[in-house]
């Protein structure tokens, strides 16, 4: 299991990065990076806001390392940064009860294919 | 697979759960809450935190149906709420790039124990 990041920093990463989904705009801005790199404006449209609050919340998801951008001529294109959301994912999942990691593993264990006995 | 909540009060509710998530407090406090349920004063020992902001954390946690509390007495108890994290998680699994659910389920294949074929 990936490990999310630890310590002050990481604790300041998670921090930024789950405030930065708590925004519908930001995550489905998220949403549509997965399918590729967007410019700004491919990115605004969608939602149909000022092209600086878009910048804004852009700003937002670069500063917790959910994407990342680049300008080439006029036009800065963002993409998704690759395993962007493994850290609060890994947080997520560490939350865990004990006994549901267990029965996970019940779990696991019994829907594995089973060698079938061959009856002839 | 889980699917997250949708709709404008599912967003809502990705919103505040995403938000009450993106404090290492709050987060600290979960994680807690994980091993069993605590009264207010428990979960403010580690922090050696005044108990109103204690329980300020602990209301956006309630807010964000992470929590849930009961008041026993003069004692409330706070616990969390069973599959709390279940949208939080399922919205982000829902993120993967496509091609990375290709992989995953190449990875899945190839970790998948093989039938062996006895020598002898």
Chains 1, 2 share one sequence.
């Not at 925004?23 to 605004?44: E, I, K, N, W, Y």
């Not at 390392?65 to 940064?81: A, D, H, I, N, P």
């Not at 267990?102 to 079938?116: E, I, K, M, S």
């Amino acid at each position: 299991m990936t490990k999310y990041p630890e310590g002050a920093e990481g604790e300041a990463q998670l921090d930024r990065m789950f405030r930065a989904l708590g925004d519908s705009t930001r995550r489905a801005m998220v949403a549509r990076l997965v399918h590729g790199p967007a410019s700004v404006s491919q990115l605004a449209e969608p939602f149909g806001m000022a092209l600086p609050t878009v910048v804004q919340h852009l700003r937002v998801l670069e500063a917790a390392q959910l994407v990342s951008s680049e300008k080439v001529g006029r036009v800065r294109t963002y993409q998704l940064v690759p395993d962007a959301l493994v850290p609060a994912n890994a947080w997520i999942v560490a939350q865990r009860r004990p006994q549901e990691s267990r029965l996970d593993r019940l779990g696991d264990f019994l829907t594995q294919p089973q060698p079938t006995e061959k009856k002839d």
